[in-house]
Nanobody, 117 residues
Framework: VQLQASGGGLIQTGGSLRLSCTAS????????LGWYRQAPGKQRELVAE???????KYVDSVKGRFTVSRDDGRNTVFLQMNNLKPEDTGDYYCNARNEYRPSVTYWGRGTQVTVSS
């Protein structure tokens, strides 16, 4: 399984970006899809994830600004990011994780998001 993320870029404070990540290969259901980010000099953190049930979870700092969604027919997860702030800057990674066997997890290569002040 390979995950390919896209949609990052340079944006001004208050702007919006939409990240996409598509998995090629076979993902054994059920699986959770998520987005993590790593800011310079910091550890990678979970930003948002969406479970096979459709329930989603967010880190507090993005609640009300980011929305995670999924299209299982296309094995794709999206992250709509609105009202971006400089502290949202970082490399964003998508992740797919089997819900019954969490050790079965896949990572995409990062897509860079830079929010200028």
């Amino acid at each position: 399984v390979q995950l390919q993320a896209s949609g990052g870029g340079l944006i001004q404070t208050g702007g919006s970006l939409r990240l996409s990540c598509t998995a090629s290969g076979i993902l054994t259901r059920p699986y959770t899809l998520g987005w993590y980010r790593q800011a310079p000099g910091k550890q990678r953190e979970l930003v948002a994830e969406i479970f096979s049930s459709g329930e989603s979870k967010y880190v507090d700092s993005v609640k009300g600004r980011f929305t995670v969604s999924r299209d299982d027919g296309r094995n794709t997860v999206f992250l709509q990011m609105n009202n971006l702030k400089p502290e949202d800057t970082g490399d964003y990674y998508c992740n797919a994780r089997n819900e019954y066997r969490p050790s079965v997890t896949y990572w995409g290569r990062g897509t860079q998001v830079t929010v200028s002040s």
